[in-house]
């Protein structure tokens, strides 16, 4: 079962706008990672947040996480033709001493047009 | 590094026939896995491996084997290729401390 959900399933915007995708999850988490596929190819990790943590930021990505609401959004701001792609957040089982499973949501689709 | 790689990237099989789909990573992880990404269903873990010699089954496993002889490699058979097998396979790597994984470029498996 899967334990991540993101919403909107697809999203189109202009470039040079922002983006912004959400991810809820329905169990407590140990971290919380986004990842983006490009059309065709393997997942590219973006970043990780820790269930301790309330944002963090990479570059033009900025990820925040409630874990009293159990959901984390990801903010792509000005958005390029290249960012065109799926993005994933994927959740870990949180299962006491090292975790290693994650669970996929089933992502946004977004389109950047330029 | 080549980081992970995976061989091949398709395959056409007929009903009943079986392969094996080939993982390898040059970046010494412990931990290792097997997707698969169906439309509309995301990923879903088939089976992983947290170290050389050891695999544990995943959301998904049935009709699949895995072996994990070496630590750089991961394997995934299927026995008795079904159509509901069509699907894309992607194998990642990691370490348990960060939980990042590290992703090859998959395999597209159509089953006739």
């Known amino acids: 079962s899967q334990q991540g959900e993101e919403d909107p399933q697809a999203l189109s915007i202009q470039e040079g706008e922002n983006a912004t995708m959400n991810c809820s999850y329905k169990t407590s988490i140990n971290n919380l990672q986004w990842y983006r596929q490009n059309s065709g190819r393997g997942l590219v990790h973006l970043i990780l947040i820790r269930s301790n943590e309330r944002e963090k930021h990479s570059g033009r990505l900025r990820v925040t996480l409630d874990t009293s609401k159990k959901s984390s959004s990801l903010l792509i701001t000005a958005s390029r033709a290249a960012d065109t792609a799926s993005y994933f957040c994927a959740t870990d089982l949180q299962s006491g001493a090292g975790s290693y499973q994650l669970t996929f949501g089933k992502g946004t689709k977004l389109s950047v047009i330029p | 590094n080549a980081g992970v790689t995976q061989t091949p990237k398709f395959r056409v099989l007929k009903t009943g026939q079986s392969m094996t789909l080939l993982c390898a990573q040059d970046m010494n992880h412990e931990y290792m896995y097997w997707y698969r990404q169906d439309p509309g269903m995301g990923l879903r873990l088939i089976h992983y491996?947290?170290?050389?010699?050891?695999?544990a089954k995943g959301e998904v496993p049935d009709g699949y084997n895995v072996s994990r002889l070496k630590k750089q490699n991961f394997l995934l058979g299927l026995e008795s290729a079904a159509p509901s097998q069509t699907s894309v396979y992607f194998c990642a790597s990691g370490t348990v401390l960060y939980n990042e994984q590290f992703f090859g470029p998959g395999t597209r498996l159509t089953v006739l």
């Open positions: 491996s947290v170290g050389e010699g050891t695999t």
